[in-house]
């Protein structure tokens, strides 16, 4: 089964250069929303294994990457393509929206 992968300052830049599509799931510890859609998440980390990287990053913890791509409202989901932002979803909203999402960069 899949996971959702930790991302964090250190490995950020690594992982979205991924040759296959990332989604990052910007979240925190006290979100309600947050917590909506983490297992939403989850299940797209299984449903995409080996098509897609499905990972999460904190972003208490890990204030560069959050600065870095202006993540001011969370949940903030955004999808990588070779290091490059094709999508964005702020805030909490169906698995189908996120999965089609993600869809349309695999496909």
Do not use: H
């Not at 979205?16 to 799931?25: A, C, F, G, Q």
């Not at 947050?34 to 989850?42: A, D, H």
């Amino acid at each position: 089964m899949g996971k959702t992968m930790v991302l964090t300052d250190s490995n950020f830049e690594e992982v979205i250069k991924s040759e296959k599509p990332v989604l990052v799931d910007f979240w925190a510890e006290w979100c309600g929303p947050c917590k909506m859609i983490g297992p939403l998440v989850e299940e797209l980390a299984s449903e995409y294994e080996g098509k897609a990287v499905v990972a999460k990053l904190n972003v208490d913890e890990n204030p560069q990457a959050t600065a870095r791509f202006g993540i001011r409202n969370i949940p903030t989901l955004l999808v990588f393509k070779n290091g490059e932002i094709v999508d964005k979803q702020v805030g909490a909203v169906p698995k189908s929206v996120l999965a089609s999402k993600l869809q349309a960069q695999v496909a």
